[in-house]
């Protein structure tokens, strides 16, 4: 089992939709979780980081974790087609504070 | 813009050659990771240092790579006899001393091994 898991997607969804991105992870003693976002060729991009169960709003995107069930996720308001791009969730682990990735969701915003 | 730079962005090479990569943070960042990126993979951890020392290495890292992070300002990371399976794209991210800092990419540099 992998660590940090994604749906690989691709998700497509149309202009204006509410795009759901999910990830599981398997280290219970993982506390804190982030959201990067990764354009075609371009490294990753901080969305969202959260450390408390709930939800945490910034804009358009919502992160919600469930540390019981180890699921964290990302939803994106009212997606535009600048939002079409990799979104990979990471979990930070291990004494160094090294980051997990998953293999990250593609996301294709539909004009 | 993380203000972490990376140089080269791009590098070719062949099959047995050494390169270098050069990762320059901002000043606050006293911690300093490089991961690698495959295509359709997550960045997979290769090597933290807090300020000059480094503290910890993946099993991905093996003896043909080595880093270092002088004076704990910029950092290199040197791949020595490249194989093609070192075809990737290394990336650089610095982050405060804080537990929950997050980790600021740079651009990253690519890398073909042909």
């Known amino acids: 089992q992998k660590e940090v898991e994604q749906n690989s997607g691709p998700l497509s969804v149309p202009e204006g939709a509410i795009a759901s991105l999910n990830c599981t992870y398997s280290d219970r003693v993982s506390q804190s979780f982030f959201w990067y976002r990764q354009y075609s060729g371009k490294s990753p991009e901080l969305i969202m980081s959260i450390y408390s169960n709930g939800d945490k709003e910034d804009g358009r995107f919502t992160a919600q974790l469930n540390k019981a069930s180890q699921y964290v996720s990302l939803l994106i308001r009212d997606s535009q087609p600048s939002d079409s791009a990799t979104y990979l969730c990471a979990v930070m682990v291990g004494s160094a504070r090294q980051l997990t990735f998953g293999s990250g969701t593609q996301l294709t915003v539909l004009p | 813009d993380t203000g972490v730079s990376q140089n080269p962005r791009h590098k070719i090479t062949k099959r047995g050659q050494n390169v270098t990569f050069r990762c320059d943070p901002i000043s606050e960042h006293n911690r300093l990771y490089w991961y690698r990126q495959t295509l359709g993979q997550g960045p997979e951890f290769l090597t933290y240092?807090?300020?000059?020392?480094?503290?910890?290495k993946s099993r991905l890292l093996s003896d043909r790579f080595s880093a270092e992070r002088p004076k704990g300002s910029f950092s290199t990371l040197e791949i020595q006899r490249t194989e093609q399976g070192d075809s990737a794209m290394y990336l650089c991210a610095g982050t405060g001393s804080g537990s929950t800092d997050t980790q600021y990419f740079g651009p990253g540099t690519r890398l073909t091994v042909l």
């Open positions: 240092f807090q300020n000059e020392a480094q503290l910890e």
